[in-house]
């Protein structure tokens, strides 16, 4: 097959924009998650406070 | 008791769809689709390139129905779809902007080149990255839900536009290179027909797929923020007890 | 029209404020007269034909001096509270998009033929007769770029990176207008036969038509506050 490295490079190129976006994204929400965690316990501190 | 959305909205079944898809495409544009007569093997790099390019108008038209829904109903949800919409349409942008040179390379001997297609995508690309940094710098959320609706609303009605004029340009300043890859009517032989076909579906999957999980993304942003400005409110009871 | 008139008030008031301080208006001439002369090095004088490069070169200048003139007077006005005041007043929000618009563009144009003067001196440029045309073209790339630049310009200057944000959003969607302005003067120096051109003129006159209707539609809901 001719020209195979650009080739290569090119699918290569798209599907790790594809799987580094979701890593990406899969990041983003773990750490949102952790703050919401934190922010749920000291919501409901409080309501068990009143 | 945590009154986060239900993780069982089906969207690991289509994620699972959209991944067996793109893999039946990749082969499909490497063991089916026939080596093209005049560029060779390069040619399926195309296979990639213009669903891509497709799949980037696509979110184009999703952003800006989300923006004028936006202005219209001023419902969060409308913004959070044009939010999102922007974001994953930026990663297709970016996807033909990149692929489209790779192909360049070996077919004309140059990675870059100002050919109508290429320079839209690219004025396309800059109208997102400042969609996003508009999102990013533009102020409070509310605000910012209606300065990027405008500027979404502005932009996609530019986008014929710019289009129009890039092409006219490139008419009156012809390159010696022309694309002459297997664009529909230009006589595509059915195997290829089918592959774009293939290619087409899979790279529309995998963008809603990208589009679910950001707006998953988008609505615990929303929700943290709500809370925070929840906690942070002086609470009614500390004002009353004064008596 | 008791509205036309109304907005005109808030015009001649701009306008007035703008010609007793001269900030924007010399400002973006003096900027211009920079770009002028940086692009006469970018060229080696031999190889440099005004009528090839010409065009380019006038509206890099032109470009650059119109984002540093919006920045300047959205800021100006931002400072000074003045939208805020004029938001109490009984024009609509749409009208004071009109407004800001006409100030705008009068600005632009006086100081883009300052800036049409100096490019034809200093690069020796054959104009003759077609000087009216070039000022039609001109004036009508003004127009476009003020439509654009009052809805971004009020948008950029309520943002954190302003100086930034402003160019950032609207050069790339003034690009249409850009190719049809740089094609446009081009044929004109070149004394190229303009009835062949015509599109791009008329591809300028719609762009206008298109953005300064979109702008009045949206102004309402840049200005909420």
């Known amino acids: ?50 | 008791m945590s009154t986060r959305p239900s993780r069982s909205d089906g969207l690991g079944s289509l994620a699972i769809v959209a991944f067996v898809l793109s893999a039946v495409s990749l082969g499909l544009t490497f063991l089916y689709a026939p080596t093209e007569r005049v560029e060779g093997d390069i040619q399926r790099m195309l296979y990639l390139h213009v669903p891509a390019a497709f799949t980037m108008y696509v979110g184009y038209a999703v952003v800006f129905f989300a923006s004028f829904m936006y202005l219209l109903r001023r419902e969060s949800r409308w913004d959070e779809l044009a939010a999102s919409a922007a974001e994953v349409g930026t990663v297709f942008t970016s996807m033909m902007i990149t692929t489209g040179p790779i192909w360049a390379k070996p077919v004309w001997g140059t990675y870059w080149t100002w050919d109508a297609r290429l320079t839209s995508a690219f004025v396309l690309w800059l109208i997102l990255i400042g969609y996003l940094m508009l999102r990013a710098y533009g102020g409070h959320a509310e605000q910012v839900a209606r300065y990027c609706a405008v500027l979404a609303i502005i932009g996609f009605a530019d986008l014929p536009i710019i289009h129009y004029s890039v092409q006219w340009w490139r008419t009156l300043h012809p390159d010696a290179k022309i694309m002459t890859e297997g664009s529909p009517g230009q006589g595509l032989e059915s195997s290829m027909m089918i592959t774009f076909a293939v290619a087409f579906a899979a790279a529309l999957l995998t963008f809603t797929v990208l589009l679910k999980l950001r707006l998953r993304l988008e609505r615990q942003n929303r929700r943290l923020d709500a809370l925070q400005r929840e906690l942070t409110r002086p609470s009614p009871v500390v004002l009353g007890s004064t008596n | 029209m008791r509205t036309l008139r109304a907005i005109l008030t808030v015009v001649a008031k701009d306008m007035r404020g703008e010609l007793r301080t001269k900030e924007a208006l010399t400002s973006t001439v003096v900027f211009a007269l920079l770009v002028l002369l940086v692009f006469n090095f970018g060229f080696e004088p031999g190889t440099r034909d005004v009528r090839l490069v010409g065009a380019g070169i006038l509206w890099s200048a032109l470009l650059f001096a119109a984002v540093l003139a919006m920045n300047r007077l959205l800021l100006n006005e931002r400072e000074g509270g003045g939208l805020e005041g004029l938001m109490l007043t009984p024009l609509s929000r749409a009208d004071l998009y009109v407004a800001k618009f006409i100030t705008l563009l009068c600005i632009l144009s006086l100081a883009a033929t300052v800036t049409v003067l100096l490019f034809i001196v200093l690069y020796n440029v054959p104009i003759g007769d077609r000087l009216p045309l070039l000022a039609t073209v001109v004036f009508a790339g003004m127009i476009g770029l003020s439509a654009l630049g009052t809805t971004f310009a009020t948008i950029a200057v309520r943002t954190r990176t302003r100086e930034v944000m402003l160019p950032l959003l609207l050069i790339p969607l003034s690009v249409p207008l850009l190719i049809a302005c740089v094609e446009s003067t081009s044929a004109i120096l070149a004394a190229r036969d303009f009835a062949d051109e015509a599109h791009w003129l008329r591809l300028i006159v719609a762009f206008d038509i298109v953005f300064l209707a979109l702008g009045y539609a949206t102004y309402p809901a840049i200005l909420e506050e």
């Open chain 1, 1 to 50: 097959m001719s020209n195979l490295g650009f080739l290569f490079a090119g699918f290569t190129v798209a599907w790790g924009l594809v799987f580094g976006y979701v890593w990406f994204l899969a990041r983003r929400s773990q750490s949102l998650e952790a703050r919401l965690d934190g922010l749920e316990r000291r919501q409901r501190d409080n309501a068990s406070a009143d």
